[in-house]
């Protein structure tokens, strides 16, 4: 793995930086309410989006869900990583 830079996070659009093969994003919010919407998933505007940003490098999205098939992914030049359950699950006392 490589460092990442912190002066490039942009926590506005979920950006967090590069790596020599991808640019890297993380759709998340520490919200239960957010991470149970629609917004934290991967839709196609978002892809469309993320891929726009650098057509020429791929691009690395970290997700609750996705709403895109991986074949229009992979066309667009994005791949999902669904995040560990463990980030968003319910702790009960």
Do not use: C, N, T
């Not at 890297?24 to 469309?48: G, I, M, N, Q, T």
């Not at 229009?72 to 990583?81: P, T």
């Amino acid at each position: 793995g490589q460092p990442l830079d912190a002066g490039k996070v942009r926590a506005a659009d979920g950006y967090l930086g590069e790596s020599a093969q991808y640019h890297v994003w993380l759709l998340y919010r520490p919200d239960l309410d957010f991470l149970k919407s629609r917004d934290a998933a991967l839709s196609l505007a978002a892809a469309e989006r993320i891929a726009a940003s650098d057509p020429h490098k791929r691009h690395l999205v970290f997700a609750p869900a996705r709403y895109v098939p991986q074949k229009k992914l992979l066309e667009l030049g994005v791949e999902h990583a669904p995040l560990p359950y463990a980030l968003y699950r319910i702790e009960k006392a």
